[in-house]
């Protein structure tokens, strides 16, 4: 890419985990930036109420995001003292099983890794915990990307938040 680019600028981004209840100061401004992240993607970007958005879920989660060492020129502001937030999931248990949820990516940082990375993160905690499967519900523009990860569909399409959705999981086993 050319110099001065979006991958330029993300340099060698890391993701961080957070739980959803947390009391320090660094974790919380991770957290808070993700939250940020989540709003600009599916309450702006996409155009989801922000009541479907949040569900009431996230103090029980664990929350992945992936932090770059600089903003991006071309995004708003939304990072923490010492870096930025350029892609955001949450992972929740659900009988013996890790349901990745939120899986949002600043736009500008779109098809550069960033949602391998997290993903990649995301299957390794559940792995950690003795999980069987990720499952997930994928927009269906998404599932390309999913399947290149492993991930199989299941079932039929159906319609989430007014989005086009596609079940899909991956086994750890």
């Known amino acids: 890419m050319a110099e001065g680019s979006a991958r330029d600028e993300l340099a060698t981004p890391r993701v961080v985990e957070v739980e959803g209840r947390v009391a320090d100061a660094q974790a919380r401004r991770a957290l808070d930036a993700s939250f940020d992240l989540r709003r600009a993607v599916f309450v702006d970007e996409q155009g989801i109420a922000a009541a479907l958005e949040w569900d009431g879920h996230d103090a029980t989660s664990r929350h ?16 923490t003292a010492r870096a930025y937030a350029i892609g955001t999931a949450r992972m929740r248990r659900i009988a013996g099983q890790a349901r990745a ?38 927009q269906v523009e998404a599932v390309p990307f999913y399947t290149s990860l492993g991930y199989a569909v299941r079932g039929e399409p159906f319609v989430e938040a007014g989005i086009d959705h596609r079940d899909m999981v991956l086994r750890l086993a």
């Open 64 to 79: 992945f995001v992936a932090l770059a060492p600089v903003p991006l020129s071309s995004e708003a502001p939304g990072g």
């Open 101 to 138: 949820e939120r899986v949002a990516v600043r736009r500008a940082a779109r098809r550069l890794g960033v949602g391998r990375l997290l993903m990649r993160a995301l299957e390794a905690r559940a792995r950690l915990e003795g999980l069987e499967a990720v499952i997930l519900h994928a």
